[in-house]
């Protein structure tokens, strides 16, 4: 998937003019992307358009205007945009009760290791790959980004695009699956479009 550049972000007087429009088609978009992984997890499959929304919502939060503040946004955000092959996604661990947030989050350590969360795509596992640094040998993070790499050609994505996908998570302390839907796997089907 190309990256995101200078050119693909608006100005903070531009981006202020269209947003309300903007966030309703990108929470339209997201809708389609988003995949429930039982009560406690979901995905939301990340694409060029979910990914520059979050970095025009940065720029706006942190009122950065100049050429090279916003290029270090793209930077960082541009790392969650899948690769030739990859579908990537952003894996919300989702913990009701304050409380309870850190013990819930240490029964998950582990989770980035060991195929505990795939994909499964014509039939064959895909375990994920996480984005390293969000994940200690005692603590994880609620929030994490996740590629699936599923192959490059016709034949996967049509794979991808007809289904049966699935996502499961298989940890000791929790598990979930889930069926990719007909929108969603259209969705994830154009990302595997070369270029």
């Known amino acids: 998937m190309k990256k995101l550049t200078l ?3 608006k100005n903070l007087h531009e981006y202020e003019l269209i947003r309300d429009d903007w966030r309703r088609e990108v929470i339209a978009v997201k809708e389609r992307r988003r995949v ?3 009560p406690k997890m979901s995905l939301v499959f ?4 979910t990914v520059l929304n979050q970095v025009q919502e940065m720029c706006r939060i942190e009122r950065l205007a100049r050429p090279e503040a916003v290029q270090a946004e793209l930077d960082v955000y541009n790392e969650l945009l899948p690769g030739p092959g ?5 894996l919300f661990i989702e ?13 998950l350590v582990g989770l980035g290791r060991k195929g505990h969360l795939k994909m499964t795509v014509g039939g064959r596992a895909v375990p994920a790959v996480f984005l390293e640094g ?7 993070s609620a929030v994490q980004y996740v590629r699936f790499p599923v192959g490059q ?3 996967v994505r049509k794979a991808v695009e007809t289904g049966p996908v699935s996502v499961v998570v298989d940890h000791p302390a929790y598990g979930a699956s889930a069926v990719l839907g007909p ?3 259209e969705e994830l089907a154009r990302d595997l479009l070369p270029g």
């Open 183 to 185: 929108e969603t796997r």
């Open 95 to 107: 913990i009701p009760g304050e409380g309870d947030i850190r013990p819930e989050l240490d029964r």
């Open 36 to 38: 429930l992984l039982g």
């Open 86 to 90: 990859e579908v990537a996604a952003t």
């Open 134 to 140: 969000q994940e200690a040998d005692d603590k994880i």
């Open 46 to 49: 990340e694409n060029r358009l």
């Open 153 to 155: 050609g016709e034949d």
């Open 7 to 9: 050119d693909d972000v």
